[in-house]
């Protein structure tokens, strides 16, 4: 590949944009842009735009983004990292797909927050729930505790969670009998 004519290429189809991204313009998938040469090599802009700027990218190494924005291209917003440190990334910049926006989620939000609020801790109630909302009594049991959706935790359940994970009950704690749970 001629390195002149791709960032000729590449910089064709970029706007910089005030915040310092070099936003692609052309074709994207996901999010990320792709350019292709002479018809039959597909790249994505931004390890592209990585490979003119420094040269070949390891085996096994992803090019992540700083500004977390698919389409920027500008170099010094690019870093090398392996599969682990890009999920790192991703997860400690809070943009994982979680609740709604996970596409295998079976519960919106509002099913979620509704779950929480019914449940009562009854003998057999976890089961109900289940079936009601199409779910397994583990998912309703890693709901209720916290352990699934936190996101969507309120403070109110947020307490009744980490009570029940401690195996006392709401009821118990403030000095009622212990209720029969599954």
């Given at each position: ?46 390890r ?47 943009r ?54 936190m ?32």
């Amino acid at each position: 590949m001629d390195k002149d004519k791709a960032s000729e290429k590449l910089m064709k189809r970029v706007v910089k944009s005030a915040n310092g991204c070099w936003e692609w313009q052309g074709g994207k998938s996901g999010g990320y842009g792709h350019i292709v040469f002479k018809g039959r090599e597909t790249w994505l802009c931004h390890r592209l735009a990585w490979f003119l700027a420094n040269g070949d990218i390891p085996k096994g190494k992803f090019v992540c983004h700083r500004c977390d924005n698919p389409s920027c291209c500008n170099p010094e917003h690019l870093f090398l990292g392996s599969s682990v440190e890009n999920t790192t990334d991703r997860h400690d910049k809070r943009r994982d797909a979680t609740g709604e926006q996970n596409g295998s989620s079976k519960l919106s939000d509002s099913q979620v927050d509704e779950i929480r609020k019914r449940y009562d801790g009854q003998y057999g109630r976890l089961k109900q729930l289940a079936q009601e909302y199409n779910v397994s009594s583990d998912q309703i049991r890693n709901i209720i505790r916290g352990r699934q959706r936190m996101s969507k935790v309120s403070e109110v359940n947020w307490t009744t969670c980490r009570l029940r994970r401690s195996g006392t009950s709401p009821t118990e704690h403030l000095g009622g009998k212990k209720s029969k749970t599954t």
